[in-house]
């Protein structure tokens, strides 16, 4: 068996998460965010469609990470971003960082906009 070292030139993958975070490229951000390939940073959640829209051009799929679980987002959300020319594609948060970084190695045009998993409450 050969073991290749993934590459990610300038791009930051997602390395982890947890309860309420995300962490990209050895920074820890805290919430819903949106991450590209050479930014991250917070995002408005799913009433917020013009952040993900800011990315027409540059990116072909977006990647919606709905939090621990599967879930279906609001139909206005979707139907905005697909119409703008965004392939969406929902599935678990964890399903989405994976995912993300599997087509981020491969070079794709993709992003991914993350709702967080469950925080522990105490």
Do not use: D, K, N, Q
């Given at each position: 068996m050969r073991l290749t070292e993934i590459q990610y030139g300038t791009a930051r993958p997602i390395e982890g998460y947890g309860p309420g975070f995300f962490r990209i490229g050895g920074t820890v951000l805290r919430g819903a965010c949106l991450i590209t390939p050479w930014d991250a940073g917070p995002w408005g959640g799913l009433d917020d469609t013009e952040t993900p829209l800011s990315l027409v051009g540059k990116i072909d799929v977006l990647f919606v990470g709905m939090g621990a679980e599967i879930a279906h987002p609001?139909?206005?959300?979707?139907?905005?971003?697909?119409?703008?020319?965004?392939?969406?594609?929902?599935?678990?948060?964890?399903?989405?960082?994976?995912?993300y970084n599997v087509?981020?190695?491969?070079?794709?045009?993709?992003?991914?906009?993350?709702?967080?998993?469950?925080a522990i409450k105490s």
């Open positions: 609001p139909a206005a959300f979707r139907t905005l971003i697909e119409a703008s020319g965004i392939g969406v594609e929902v599935m678990s948060s964890p399903a989405a960082c994976r995912t087509l981020l190695s491969e070079g794709r045009r993709i992003s991914a906009a993350l709702l967080p998993v469950h």
